[in-house]
């Protein structure tokens, strides 16, 4: 409890002190921000009409141009700022998670309400149509932040899943090479060490403005960035109602690919076992 409400007081004093530097950032604004075919895709919001900006090169990650080049760039500037602010005022920044030891929290310093809006409206009518089994149709909380990859910052990403439903991972620039998103298929909490099937590696190389969203049991890492600058924003999006609903789940079978492995092998035993008990039963040479 003490770490929340330091994590409030932390939050509380940015939003009284820090100064924006892109003003225009803190409010939605669609037609700045995404490109004229996403927000297409997304304000004609049906199945086709999604499904006809992407592609999905490995079951469940799905991938489409999305931000304007000009909103990475302002918001690259504007993470920039803050953390320059944060280290002349001598604050301790927070950082986005237990693993990147670089970047920044968005929802600290301000963008929590334009990033509630961007989920409700841009990511929520896709997850509701792609991931309706982890809770893709009532995300009701974010967590927001950007990672930075490079000489003198995180270099590599080891291999996990995310505390959200779904995630959006989306490449802001600038300049690199390396720092491939891989994946090793989707596990619920039982399997999440359980083995990798070869047809569930996939790597993806980043673009930037190019999203990918996955569901944040999707298991993936980032190759190491070996030169260059790289800058993602990354949207955890969570739904407390798919949350709750879990706590008297066991079986993940409609999405967990250790689930649906077991299952199988089930019903393969089950049907060797209905065969034997034909043959001992005398059922003839039909099998
Ligand atoms: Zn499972």
Redesign the pocket.
């Known amino acids: 409890m003490w770490q929340v409400q330091r994590h409030k007081e932390y939050r509380q004093k940015i939003l009284h002190l820090y100064k924006p530097l892109h003003q225009d950032l803190y409010s939605m604004h669609p037609s700045a921000f995404f490109l004229p075919t996403f927000l297409e895709a997304v304000r004609t919001n049906t199945e086709e009409s999604l499904a006809s900006i992407m592609t999905e090169p490995t079951p469940g990650v799905f991938s489409f141009a999305m931000l304007q080049p000009n909103f990475c760039d302002m918001l690259l500037e504007e993470v920039e700022n803050f953390e320059k602010w944060v280290h002349a005022m001598k604050f301790k920044i927070m950082r986005p998670n237990t693993m990147n030891k670089y970047g920044a929290v968005l929802d600290d310093f301000g963008l929590e309400a334009m990033l509630n809006q961007f989920m409700e409206g841009f990511i929520a009518p896709i997850s509701k149509v792609f991931y309706p089994e982890v809770g893709g149709g009532t995300l009701d909380s974010h967590h927001a932040f950007v990672v930075e990859y490079g000489k003198d910052r995180d270099v590599e990403l080891g291999f996990h899943v995310d505390d959200s439903e779904v995630t959006l991972n989306v490449c802001l620039g600038k300049q690199f090479s390396g720092g491939e998103l891989y994946f090793r298929g989707i596990?619920?909490?039982?399997?999440v060490n359980?083995e990798t099937q070869h047809e569930e590696m996939y790597d993806y190389c980043h673009v930037p403005g190019r999203a990918v969203l996955h569901r944040g049991r999707h298991r993936h890492g980032a190759r190491p960035t070996t030169s260059g600058l790289r800058m993602n924003l990354l949207l955890w999006c969570r739904s407390s109602v798919f949350r709750e609903m879990k706590k008297y789940q066991k079986d993940?079978?409609s999405w967990?690919?250790?689930?649906?492995r077991?299952k199988k092998e089930r019903q393969i035993q089950c049907v060797k076992a209905t065969k034997l008990a034909f043959l001992r039963g005398g059922g003839g040479g039909m099998i």
């Open positions: 596990r619920c909490e039982n399997h359980s993940f079978s967990c690919g250790e689930c649906q077991e």
